[in-house]
């Protein structure tokens, strides 16, 4: 088996299952830490937080899901099709507001800190997170949100540190919100105010850039659509950092494409493969079976790996400013 490359520094790291997104983050999400993932409807959120999950309980076979979905979203059959263990993931659906998601992750850091425990908290999403001041006013009764966003700002201060302490990561799905009029700066926001933009660690934007059809017996259904990640923010590596991956139904993220089709951008022929026949290359491998699929897969994603280090690499500074 290849050896893979350390892309970042100590900080212990969750695999986002996009080589190319890793590569993105400085070497995948953060543990302890509170990382935000931001896009429009169709782009992946829900999918991208799951494989997370996934890679979390590949890496602690006693670490612990909490999953709390506002939305009525979560589909475990779905899941179970990604080969996900929806038994390992505590699902929670009764959270409204602000103050009782506060409560329960507030319960879910003392439990974990006591049982030594490391916890990946999914909140699926904020938008769907009411307050309490919101709940009790009539729905005829104006509102600008305000409220939400002061105890957004009031919750994070209070719970950064705990979570750090209890090995508990966050990772926080937001819908996308066009800023209507404006003519300059940001055309698009998310609710819950700039809470979110001091205390990430990480923001992802995710957007689609096309939907992905395949045709078989003459019909033709959608079988994806490919996404772009930006790293709006990331203290733990290199800032406004991008990629695009396919993002399958049923599967997830084809990571052996997309690491192959950012390669072919950069070099002529990597590993033999080329813009005019990697796709039947990669349909071929498939064809002997999951082992050779993946052994040359971790083959692709380790060339990936090397040569965004090797760019990277060139765009630092030749010698510390403060020897």
């Known amino acids: 088996m290849a050896e893979r490359v350390q ?14 997104l890793d590569c993105v983050l400085g070497g995948g999400y953060g543990q302890r830490k509170i990382i935000n993932i931001v896009g429009d409807k169709s782009t992946g959120k829900s999918l991208l937080a799951i494989e997370a999950a996934a890679h979390f309980l590949r890496n602690y076979k006693n670490g612990i899901v909490r999953y709390t979905e506002t939305e009525e979203a979560f589909d475990p059959t779905y899941v179970k099709s990604l080969g996900i263990q929806v038994e390992k993931i505590s699902l929670e659906r009764e959270i409204r507001t602000v103050e009782l998601w506060f409560e329960d992750l507030q319960k879910t850091c003392v439990e974990a800190k006591k049982n030594s425990t490391p916890v990946l908290y999914i909140l699926d999403s904020l938008d769907g997170l009411s307050d309490a001041a919101e709940m009790e006013r009539p729905i005829s009764e104006g509102s600008y949100g305000a409220a939400k966003a002061r105890k957004l700002s009031e919750l994070f ?4 540190k705990d979570l750090s302490f209890a090995d508990v990561t966050l990772i926080v799905i937001s819908q996308v919100r066009e800023n209507i009029g404006v003519t300059f700066g940001e055309k698009y926001s998310r609710s819950g105010g700039k809470a979110l933009d001091f205390f990430a660690s990480q923001i992802v934007w995710l957007s689609e850039k096309e939907k992905m059809k395949r045709a078989i017996d003459g019909a033709e259904r959608v079988v994806g659509f490919k996404v772009k990640a930006l790293g709006k923010k990331n203290r733990l590596g290199a800032q406004y950092r991008d990629c695009e991956f396919p993002l399958l139904f049923n599967y997830g993220v084809d990571d052996f494409t997309a690491c192959v089709e950012w390669l072919i951008t950069l070099y002529k022929e990597p590993n033999g493969y080329t813009k005019d026949n990697y796709k039947t ?12 699929y993946r052994d040359e897969m971790e083959q692709i994603q380790l060339l990936t790996e090397t040569r965004w280090q090797e760019i990277e690499a060139k765009f630092k500074p030749p010698f510390a400013k403060y020897p």
């Open 7 to 20: 892309l970042s520094s100590s900080i212990i790291r969750i695999k986002s299952g996009c080589t190319l």
């Open 157 to 160: 201060r209070r719970i950064t």
């Open 281 to 292: 290359k990669i349909a071929l491998i498939k064809k002997k079976g999951q082992q050779a």
